[in-house]
């Protein structure tokens, strides 16, 4: 009894040793958890359409891209001293993600992030697309949400999606100063596939590891 106790927590300790070490990239990034880590932001911007327009240095669209890197300065003096990318009211824009799919989850859980910053919180319309010519609503973020479920849209875990569209609401907020519309820090798909194929040696390994945990099982 005892040395079948030892061998189940050497067998536990191994194999959440394996998973973690699977799941090496998963990381707290914005107080979100996303899986996939850095990889999961979006990668490239598609279009920008700032409408009723903010000031140039809050219309460096490649601000939404990568991980989020807000540091709570408001009023820019340059693009490349910013951190976020104002919308205008009722602007838009497209990112698209290049290294990784957007998915569903299976669950009620949130799939997608948008960080939105500043000190007023403004509503945004969310779009995703799977060739970024056919769009799917899946409603807005604003307020205290700033998460889309897509399973509650009737997308799942085979659903892949490389674009996303936001679109500020122009009947919310005011639209002077030098930030109107909502303001984007950064994209991030928790639900989210790789688009790289896996290193085989890290395939190899865990097939290894799961071997042995079914040689040890077997013997006890
Ligand atoms: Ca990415
Ligand atoms: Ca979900
Ligand atoms: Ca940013």
């Known amino acids: 009894m005892k040395t079948r106790l030892v061998k189940n927590l050497l067998v536990g300790a191994v194999l959440s040793g394996a998973l973690a070490s699977f799941n090496a990239n998963a990381d707290l990034i914005g107080g979100v958890e996303f899986p996939q880590g850095a990889v999961s932001f979006a990668d490239a911007v598609v279009s920008y359409?700032?409408?009723?327009?903010?000031?140039?240095?809050?219309?460096?669209?490649?601000?939404?891209?990568?991980?989020?890197?807000?540091?709570?300065?408001?009023?820019?003096?340059?693009?490349?001293?910013?951190?976020f990318v104002s919308l205008g009211q009722g602007g838009s824009i497209v990112l698209r993600f290049v290294d990784n799919i957007l998915t569903g989850s299976?669950?009620?859980a949130a799939d997608l992030w948008i960080f939105e910053v500043g000190p007023d919180v403004e509503k945004t319309f969310v779009d995703v697309s799977t060739d970024g010519i056919l769009w799917s609503s899946v409603g807005f973020v604003?307020?205290?949400?700033?998460?889309?479920?897509?399973?509650a849209y009737g997308f799942g875990i085979a659903s892949s999606f490389a674009y996303v569209r936001l679109t500020d609401d122009a009947t919310v907020g005011g639209g002077g100063g030098s930030t109107p519309g909502a303001d984007i820090d950064a994209v991030g798909a928790i639900s989210t596939r790789r688009i790289d194929v896996?290193?085989?040696?890290?395939?190899?390994?865990?097939?290894?590891?799961?071997?042995?945990?079914?040689?040890?099982?077997?013997?006890?």
């Open 198 to 220: 896996p290193e085989p040696g890290t395939l190899a390994l865990l097939g290894i590891g799961l071997a042995g945990l079914f040689r040890v099982r077997r013997k006890s």
């Open 49 to 83: 359409s700032p409408t009723a327009g903010p000031t140039v240095p809050h219309q460096g669209a490649f601000n939404a891209l990568g991980v989020p890197n807000y540091n709570n300065i408001n009023s820019c003096a340059s693009q490349a001293a910013c951190s």
């Open 142 to 151: 604003g307020g205290a949400t700033a998460g889309v479920d897509l399973d």
């Open 106 to 108: 299976g669950s009620a």
